[in-house]
């Protein structure tokens, strides 16, 4: 089973900074791996999905990568926003059965 | 991105009795569904896989007996808690995988729902 690992558990920044959440993952056979933000009480919004095939991919003001062999993602956010303000969710696939095994999350605040 | 609705948003009942809860995908066929539960500032834990026209696989720990999952068509899977207790008292959140397209594989989750047994 995929253990997947979020780090920081939260970070505050101020607005226009650009930054860095980190994701890693156990099981280096994996099939996917997707971005999510969730907003306090709220469902799960999809940002990117990376399939094991590729190495990045990239979204507006967001970029997320995949680095297999070292079992690692980033997901990285440019200029900021207080909008961006949310849980980021990190979540992996194994090669069977497509459910995803969730990190933490990383709380983020964006301060005006 | 695609839809994914569920019904109700929020649910207050009784403990013993049985709550029901739909997912649909809205613009999409899914062939599998998944139901996850999320306790407050927790992540998400995977609860079953739902494949259309099959039984529900169920992780470990989760009672099929309590938790029925019906997915009766390619847009809609339904989560029965049955006899509810306190202790189900959870956010629950599915999502649908979207087997084809450029969007191949990717999930979209539902806006969830939040039991509250008393």
């Known amino acids: 089973k995929q253990e997947v690992t979020q780090i920081p558990a939260a970070l505050s920044v101020p607005e226009g900074e650009n930054l860095v959440l980190n994701c890693s993952f156990t099981?280096?056979?994996?099939?996917?791996l997707q971005w999510f933000r969730q907003d306090p009480g709220k469902g799960l919004t999809s940002l990117l999905l990376?399939?094991?095939?590729?190495r990045e991919q990239t979204s507006g003001r967001l970029n997320a990568s995949l680095d297999k062999s070292s079992g690692r993602s980033t997901l990285y956010i440019a200029a900021s926003q207080p909008g961006d303000s949310a849980t980021y969710l990190c979540a992996g696939a194994s090669n069977s059965g497509y459910a995803l095994n969730f990190g933490k999350g990383t709380s983020l605040l964006v301060t005006p | 991105g695609a839809v994914v609705s569920q019904h109700p948003s929020r649910v207050i009942c009784k403990s013993g009795t049985s709550v029901k809860i739909e997912c649909r995908s809205l613009?999409?066929?899914?062939?599998?569904m998944f139901w996850y539960r999320q306790f407050p500032k927790k992540s998400l834990m995977l609860m079953a896989t739902?494949?259309?026209?099959?039984?529900?696989?169920?992780e470990q720990g989760v009672e099929k007996d309590k938790f029925l999952i019906n997915h009766a068509s390619l847009t809609l899977s339904t989560l029965t808690v049955t006899s509810a207790h306190p202790e189900d008292s959870s956010f629950y959140i599915c999502?649908?995988?979207?087997?084809?397209?450029?969007?191949?594989?990717?999930?979209?989750f539902g806006p969830g729902t939040r039991l509250t047994v008393l």
């Open positions: 990376i399939q094991s095939s590729q």
């Open positions: 613009d999409f066929q899914a062939t599998t």
């Open positions: 099981d280096s056979a994996i099939y996917n």
């Open positions: 739902s494949n259309e026209g099959s039984k529900a696989t169920y």
């Open positions: 999502s649908a995988r979207n087997p084809s397209g450029t969007s191949a594989d990717t999930q979209y």
